[in-house]
């Protein structure tokens, strides 16, 4: 059972709140989320209503029915919340570790020049990317195939295939998503600490 403190209390109803979330943006019902966890639907909406107390063995069923840990369904907020990035202005970009998964990396990049298309001068590595364009429109060459990406578009993709990416005619901006073999498959590639370019 969570502590009854005041502090306690805020966990409990966070934990309540989270079970509920979680629930809907899986698209189950009450029901659907009893049947998983073994419990009665009314136990259920007791509670994710507060009127039945939470057991600790309630809540690593629950977890384990809603696809997450029992860890991250009770977590509270930490004081490092804000965190600052790594800047390379050399290559025009901005790194952010995520302190989740400490092998994840966010990179914000200005590109102002287009994708080579010569796949020897592309980069292959393990790994798997992610991308938005912030603004303005990126060419990804992906092996002999050219994407092009509009603001607001995203691309991802195995990083074992050969790709490079640049502008498609005038300066671009894109926010990446980049996996821990990603991230240092640039980093061999360039010598560089900072994060992944393209």
Known sequence: M???????????????????ALRVAQGLSLEELATRAHLSQSSLSRIENGQRRLALDQLVTLARALDTTLDQL??????????????????????????ADPGMSVVRQHLTDPPPDNPARMRAHPGREWFVVLSGT????????RFRIETNQAAEFPTMMPHAIGTGGGPCEIL??????????HQRDDGDAQGPPD
């Open 176 to 185: 990446g998503l980049f996996d821990r073999d990603a991230r240092r498959g």
């Open 74 to 99: 009770v977590e509270t907020a930490t004081d490092d919340v804000v965190t600052s990035p790594t800047i390379d202005s050399t290559h025009g970009r901005m790194r952010w570790a995520l302190k």
């Open 138 to 145: 990126a060419i990804l060459m992906l092996g002999q195939r």
């Open 2 to 20: 969570l502590p009854m403190t005041q502090e306690g209390g805020e966990l409990d109803g966070l934990v309540r709140k989270r079970i509920r």
